[in-house]
């Protein structure tokens, strides 16, 4: 009788479904366009039931090709985890790892981890994939997930890597040529550059002053003609005098202190956005997993605690 899994099937058609079209998982895999499309072929002719809907550019998985990548994932998981268990990966991080982060934060921190963490333990492999919005907590599709605040499903591991107090802040020219707020509301007056990152409401800021009853709220429905989804790009919005930012205080903190910028109503705190790597609780056990989260916590201390730069 002929096997309807084969165990080279799992991970070819998790590349498959990661790729997005058979000629990227061809380049992901180093094969050709039509050698793929055969092993798809094969796959489907033994599973009896077609996996993947083909059009001329993308490809969708039918309702019996995202039952199979649900369960490929999980045993591919499994497999890694048993060999990091039982063989040298006991002692060295080895195996594929897949992380999400989003654009700006993925792009300006987390990438360059990457670099250094691959550099020290060759045997790993990252598939880093960066997005506008985090991936659902159930999504299966990655390894480790880095997103801003704590999620609040306790089903999956949440490992805090670094605090991000967020900053208001401008151009001391800006400054002097719109006023400076003195209040939460002063700031509906002023152009206010707008990100749209994650799952935050936008373009609402949230504000608070002293703690106990003697604490203060304050919500403003902010306005302005410039918005990005990169925060890098409103930094340089920020620098080149266009108008005030909430930003991360390691993000802006060297032109705080060279004077560039300066901080806006310095009385009031943003809502938490602490950094998280987020994983599933079936995870803890994985050598590669646990050794990248160190990894990455160490290296975002160091950057927090050196004003926005890695020390040397």
């Known amino acids: 009788?002929?096997?309807?899994?084969?165990?080279?099937?799992?991970?070819?058609?998790?590349?498959?479904?990661?790729?997005?079209?058979?000629?990227?998982?061809?380049r992901e895999l180093g094969l050709t366009t039509a050698a793929v499309s055969k092993h798809l072929a094969q796959m489907e002719s033994r599973a009896g039931v077609p996996l993947v809907n083909r059009t001329t550019r993308r490809m969708t998985l039918t309702p019996e090709g995202e039952l199979y990548l649900e369960h490929a994932r999980r045993i591919l998981d499994e497999i890694d985890e048993l060999s990091e268990l039982l063989g040298s990966a006991r002692r060295r991080p080895e195996g594929l790892l897949r992380v999400n982060a989003t654009l700006g934060f993925g792009r300006s921190h987390v990438a360059p981890v990457i670099s250094r963490f691959v550099a020290l333990h060759p045997q790993v492999s990252v598939q880093l994939q960066l997005s506008v919005m985090p991936p659902p907590l159930t999504d299966d599709s990655f390894d480790v997930c880095i997103r801003f605040g704590e999620p609040p499903d306790t089903r999956v591991v949440a490992r805090r890597l670094a605090a991000n107090a967020r900053l208001l802040c401008a151009t001391p020219a800006y400054l002097k040529r719109r006023g400076v707020p003195v209040t939460p509301h002063d700031l509906s007056k002023h152009n206010c550059l707008g990100i749209r990152q994650g799952d935050e409401a936008y373009g609402v800021w949230r504000l608070s002053a002293g703690s106990g009853p003697a604490a203060k709220t304050a919500t403003v429905k902010i306005r302005g003609n410039l918005t990005t989804n990169d925060g890098e790009i409103a930094v340089k919005w920020a620098l080149e005098g266009h108008g005030i930012l909430m930003r991360a205080e390691w993000d802006v903190r060297p032109y705080l202190h060279d004077g560039r910028l300066v901080q806006v109503?310095?009385?009031?705190?943003?809502?938490?956005?602490?950094?998280?790597?987020?994983?599933?609780?079936?995870?803890?056990?994985?050598?590669?997993?646990?050794a990248f989260v160190d990894f990455i916590a160490a290296e975002l201390a160091d950057v927090s605690a050196s004003g926005g730069r890695r020390r040397r």
Do not use: E
């Not at 109503?265 to 646990?290: E, F």
């Open 265 to 290: 109503l310095p009385g009031w705190r943003t809502p938490n956005a602490d950094i998280y790597a987020v994983y599933s609780q079936r995870h803890q056990m994985s050598n590669r997993i646990r």
């Open 1 to 26: 009788m002929q096997d309807i899994v084969l165990p080279s099937d799992l991970r070819f058609f998790s590349v498959l479904a990661m790729a997005g079209s058979l000629s990227a998982a061809a």
